[in-house]
Nanobody, 115 residues
Framework: QVQLVESGGGLVQPGGSLRLSCVAS????????MAWYRQAPGKQRELVAK???????DYADSVKARFTISRDTSKKTMYLQMNSLKPEDTARYYC?????????WGQGTQVTVSS
């Protein structure tokens, strides 16, 4: 059974930074596409960034040049470094792993950007 546990969210002022972490259980951590999604109140869940098994990455236009996705295979951990945060980045952030038998999700971590 795959479990994903996010951490690192919190309250930050506009322009500030946070680093989210997602620790994964299960085998073959680096063999799957992993991603960060977010969902703001009243809005659909949206893709923020993803990292492919070969290490390439992709970002939503709204976060390009501000967010960086990475992973540490030895720790089975994925990260999202978020810089220059804006109020519109406020959302619950979810870790996702896509395996052959479906998508796995964490419980999410709340990020609030406010002065």
């Amino acid at each position: 059974q795959v479990q994903l546990v996010e951490s690192g969210g919190g309250l930050v002022q506009p322009g500030g930074s946070l680093r989210l972490s997602c620790v994964a259980s299960g085998s073959l951590f680096s063999a799957y596409v992993m991603a960060w999604y977010r969902q703001a109140p009243g809005k659909q869940r949206e893709l923020v960034a993803k990292i492919f098994p070969i290490g390439s990455t992709d970002y939503a236009d709204s976060v390009k040049a501000r967010f960086t996705i990475s992973r540490d295979t030895s720790k089975k951990t994925m990260y999202l470094q978020m810089n220059s945060l804006k109020p519109e980045d406020t959302a619950r952030y979810y870790c996702n792993q896509r395996r052959g038998n479906g998508d796995y999700w964490g419980q999410g971590t709340q990020v609030t950007v406010s002065s």
